[in-house]
């Protein structure tokens, strides 16, 4: 799909976010390119979008690093990434995995995946974001239970508590249907629309609102996406 970037969690056999998977996140989001409009993330292989943290691999993390280690950071940059982000989870999602999930725009579950918070069992808990994120989604009963329980739930009951928003038999086609809907629109009105829902996901301001909206219509794409409406054609963005 044109505009789309894919970056792979790839740490066979579940994808346990280690060092290596934090830096290729550094890398994907402190260098996307011009051209790229949506980031999808994806698990490589069959079992797992991610099955959380590999704790024996941040003890053999670069100390010399100039990158902040562990989830959270690389979770706020995902998070803070100009463009929106999909999450597309397969089998599964737990732990660090679905701190970094959360920190996505947009979650798309095949529905064999399983999602959850397992760290109480190891008597720790959530410590990428999870707890934050979450109720913000769900909301705090929900996230409660989650973090408390160590419980997995199925993609359906995910989606049903809102903690992924589309369940699909087929993940390929379900990343086509939403990340290739996202690359067709303005590129510049979507960098308005993720940085006002981030500025204003914690309190209300209808003046950071009216400011995006008088930006967008005062952007090269404001005024091609009016002149192509009123000449019933499609819009040609330029992402300005």
Not at 62 to 87: C, F, H, K, M
Not at 187 to 208: C, F
Request: with cysteine; hydrophobic share 40%.
């Amino acid at each position: 799909m044109t505009g789309v970037q894919t970056v792979w969690l790839d740490n066979p056999p579940v994808n346990a976010v280690n060092s290596v998977i934090i830096d290729t996140l550094w890398d994907a989001f402190e260098n996307l390119s011009d051209e790229t409009r949506v980031v999808v993330l994806r698990g490589k292989g069959e079992r797992a979008f991610s099955a959380g943290a590999d704790i024996a691999g941040f003890q053999g993390a670069d100390a010399d690093s100039e990158r902040p280690g562990g989830i959270q950071p690389v979770a706020d940059l995902v998070e803070n990434a100009p463009v929106p982000v999909v999450a597309a989870v397969h089998g599964y999602c737990l732990g660090g995995g679905l701190e970094i999930a959360l920190a996505c725009d947009v979650r798309v579950a095949h529905v064999d995946a399983q999602l959850g918070f397992p760290e109480v069992n190891l008597g720790l808990l959530p410590g990428g974001g999870g707890t934050q994120r979450a109720p913000r989604l769900i909301g705090a009963g929900r996230t409660a239970w989650l973090v408390m329980s160590g419980e997995r739930i199925p993609a359906r009951q995910a989606e049903a508590w809102g903690l992924v928003e589309f369940v699909v038999d087929d993940l390929d086609a379900g990343i086509e249907r939403v990340a290739g809907r996202l690359a067709g629109q303005s590129p510049h009105a979507l960098r308005e629309i993720k940085k006002l829902l981030r500025e204003t996901r914690d309190e209300r301001s209808d003046e950071q609102e009216v400011g995006a909206f008088v930006r967008c219509l005062q952007s090269e794409d404001g005024q091609e996406g009016v002149a192509a409406f009123l000449e019933k054609r499609e819009p040609r963005w330029t992402g300005r």
